[in-house]
């Protein structure tokens, strides 16, 4: 059963796709080269909506019920398949992002980038 609770934890929805696709026996066609592949496609799918827009086409699109649906739903499949790649390769997606937030904020520190867009590199 997929629960709807916004409050659910990434580790909660690791075992709700896992158990999604088990049902559906699903896990031979899971690689991480598959799932990894099918992340990038999903996101170009994604990208399509917002391709050859300006940012205020952009802003009338996420007013639009429909077309909204449609980019969450884009999103939910680039966001499923790095979960279930993440799953595969036994990675801790929350542990690495804090990880990730921790070394960005030293590349990038307050002081330094605030209302800045440039590289690390460059500051």
Not at 30 to 56: Q, S, W
Not at 57 to 66: A, M, S, W
Request: charged share 35%.
């Amino acid at each position: 059963m997929i629960k709807t609770d916004t409050n659910t934890t990434i580790s909660e929805l690791k075992k709700q796709t896992w158990d999604f696709c088990e049902k559906r026996q699903w896990q031979q066609f899971h690689t991480p080269k598959d799932m990894a592949l099918n992340a990038v496609i999903e996101l170009g799918e994604l990208l399509d909506h917002f391709r050859f827009r300006t940012e205020d086409e952009i802003k009338k699109i996420l007013f639009d019920k429909k077309k909204k649906s449609e980019i969450a739903g884009e999103f939910s499949d680039a966001f499923y398949s790095l979960l279930r790649l993440s799953d595969l390769l036994d990675i801790d997606m929350t542990k690495e992002l804090r990880i990730k937030l921790k070394e960005t904020a030293k590349k990038y520190p307050v002081s330094k980038s605030k209302g800045s867009n440039k590289k690390y590199t460059e500051l």
